[in-house]
């Protein structure tokens, strides 16, 4: 089982950035797939949460309008397409995938927001 992040790194606030997460070794499309984050001293949050690719989506409220949650059950690729970044964005992000009890992490991405 491997899930691998990428796309993280330094922006300015208002800007964008795009996170991957590429998923292998299970069946991706039964998983549920959460995004986390995890600042500096800070415990790590969930950011945004999807089942189906055109389901339910999940955010918290402090990106909610700025971050969409999107995956593609072929490629089995998770994304995070994050707008209007702010400062308070910065953090290791990660994917997370769950089905039941199972559950995988991968390693994270850093994103930093700062001018």
């Known amino acids: 089982v491997q899930l691998v992040e990428s796309g993280g790194g330094l922006v300015q606030p208002g800007g964008s950035l795009r996170l991957s997460c590429a998923a292998s070794?299970?069946?991706?499309?039964?998983?549920?797939m959460r995004w986390y984050r995890q600042a500096p001293g800070k415990e790590r949050e969930l950011v945004a949460g999807?089942?189906?690719?055109?389901?339910?989506?999940d955010y918290a409220e402090s990106v909610k309008g700025r971050f969409t949650i999107s995956r593609d059950n072929v490629k089995n690729m998770l994304f995070l397409q994050m707008d209007s970044l702010k400062t308070e964005d910065t953090a290791m992000y990660y994917c997370?995938?769950?089905?039941?009890?199972?559950?995988?992490w991968g390693q994270g991405t850093q994103v930093t927001v700062s001018s």
């Open positions: 999807m089942l189906l690719p055109r389901g339910r989506r």
């Open positions: 997370k995938a769950i089905y039941g009890s199972l559950h995988y």
């Open positions: 070794g299970f069946t991706f499309s039964r998983f549920e």
